[in-house]
C-alpha cells in the first residue's frame, strides 16, 4: 500500500549535521507536493517545509530557515531534509508527509524518525 | 505568522457525549483550516479540511465548521478509539501553522 518510510535519524551533537530521506513507495511520488513536520517529545506538531512537486517552490519555517535544506528526487522516489547547526531544541520526532492538493491538507504521513541533539 | 490558539487544553469526557474543540486564528485563514487526530506513538491523521470537509474514510460523527478566526471540531458522539489528541492547522498563508493541540481525555 501507499507508505512513506523515513530513515536518518539518530543521535547528533549540537552544531553538528544530519540528513533525513523518506522513501515513498506504491504512489505517483512526483504528482504531489511534499512536507515535513517534526514534534518534540511530549509537545506538538510543528510544521517545517514544503516542496513543490517539481522542487521548484520551497518554504521552510522560521526556526529552521537557512539552516534546514529540503530536496526531493522524483526519479528515486524520495525526500531529503538537510539539517545543519543544530540546536537542543531540534531534539524531535521528523514526519515527512504527503500533500494532497484537493483541499491541500496532508493525507499520508509516514511514522518518523528520532532526531535526539545533545552532547 | 498566523498564530493558531486552541482550547480546552484538555477535554474530559464520557464514551457517547459530545466533544466540541476550539481553534481561534490570530488573522483570517478564511476557510483554509484542517483539523487532524493523534493517538500515542502514531502518526497524526486528517479528518476535516477547508473547515468542513471530511477527509477520506473520515466517519460522520466527525464535523468542523467556521470561517474567518473561528472554528470548531465537533465529535458528536464519542467512541473508544477518539480519545486522542487533536490538532488545528492553517495553509492559508506561509508559514502553515499549526495549534497546540486539545486533547480529549475519557472521563
Known amino acids: 500500500q501507499e507508505q512513506l518510510v523515513e530513515v536518518g535519524g539518530g543521535l547528533v551533537k549540537p552544531g553538528g549535521s544530519l540528513r533525513l530521506s523518506c522513501a515513498a513507495s506504491?504512489?505517483?511520488?512526483?504528482?504531489?507536493?511534499m512536507t515535513w513536520i517534526r514534534q518534540a517529545p511530549g509537545k506538538g506538531l510543528e510544521w517545517l517545509s514544503y516542496?513543490?512537486?517539481?522542487?521548484?517552490?520551497?518554504y521552510y519555517a522560521d526556526s529552521v530557515k537557512g539552516r534546514f535544506t529540503v530536496s526531493r528526487d522524483n526519479t528515486k522516489n524520495s525526500l531529503y531534509l538537510q539539517m545543519n547547526n543544530l540546536r537542543t531544541e531540534d531534539t524531535a520526532i521528523y514526519y515527512c508527509?504527503?500533500?494532497?492538493?484537493?483541499?491541500?491538507?496532508?493525507?499520508?504521513w509516514g511514522r518518523g524518525t528520532l532526531v535526539t541533539v545533545s552532547s | 505568522e498566523i498564530v493558531l490558539t486552541q482550547s480546552p487544553a484538555t477535554l474530559s469526557l464520557s464514551p457517547g457525549e459530545r466533544a466540541t474543540l476550539s481553534c481561534r486564528a490570530s488573522?483570517?485563514?478564511?476557510?483554509?483550516l484542517i483539523w487532524y487526530q493523534q493517538k500515542p506513538g502514531q502518526a497524526p491523521r486528517p479528518l476535516i479540511y477547508?473547515?468542513?470537509e471530511r477527509a477520506t474514510g473520515i466517519p460522520a460523527r466527525f464535523s468542523g465548521s467556521g470561517s474567518g478566526t473561528d472554528f470548531t471540531l465537533t465529535i458528536s458522539s464519542l467512541e473508544p478509539e477518539d480519545f486522542a489528541v487533536y490538532y488545528c492547522?492553517?495553509?492559508?498563508?506561509?508559514?502553515?501553522?499549526f495549534g497546540q493541540g486539545t486533547k480529549v481525555e475519557i472521563k
Open positions: 516542496i513543490s512537486t517539481g522542487g521548484v517552490t520551497i
Open positions: 506504491e504512489f505517483a511520488f512526483g504528482d504531489y507536493y
Open positions: 508527509a504527503r500533500g494532497r492538493f484537493t483541499g491541500w491538507y496532508l493525507d499520508l
Open positions: 477547508d473547515a468542513s
Open positions: 488573522q483570517s485563514v478564511y476557510n483554509y
Open positions: 492547522q492553517q495553509r492559508s498563508n506561509w508559514p502553515w501553522t
